[in-house]
Nanobody, 125 residues
Framework: QVQLVESGGGLVQPGGSLRLSCAVSGRTSSSNYAMAWFRQAPGKERELVTAISPSGGLLSYADSVKGRFTISRDNAKNTVYLQMNSLKPEDTAVYYC?????????????????WGQGTQVTVSS
């Protein structure tokens, strides 16, 4: 079993930055899993924002966040990060950390085995 706990959400003005963190705990190391961030805005379907392979060598980003968001991981700390810069009102959503055994499954099928509880990000002036 894997537990994921997000932190770092909040209210930020357009153009601002936030860094989300996802702490991974359980019987296994985070290095065994591909990790991802999904988001869901009110009235919209959940979307994959970004994903990273277990080693960190493969990365994927949604077109809407390319050049603004950066995913990274520190397997020694069992933590995954999402640095969000140049935030826009349309980035407002609940952001979920997710884990899956296979990177390709996350990117292609937008699925995950484990989910965090979510953290709210609101971009507004």
């Amino acid at each position: 079993q894997v537990q994921l706990v997000e932190s770092g959400g909040g209210l930020v003005q357009p153009g601002g930055s936030l860094r989300l963190s996802c702490a991974v705990s359980g019987r296994t190391s985070s290095s065994n899993y591909a990790m991802a961030w999904f988001r869901q805005a009110p009235g919209k379907e959940r979307e994959l924002v970004t994903a990273i392979s277990p080693s960190g060598g493969l990365l994927s980003y949604a077109d809407s966040v390319k050049g603004r968001f950066t995913i990274s991981r520190d397997n020694a700390k069992n933590t995954v990060y999402l640095q969000m810069n140049s935030l826009k009102p349309e980035d407002t959503a609940v952001y979920y950390c997710a884990a899956h055994n296979t990177y390709i499954a996350v990117v292609a099928a937008k699925v995950a085995d484990y989910w965090g509880q979510g953290t709210q990000v609101t971009v507004s002036s």
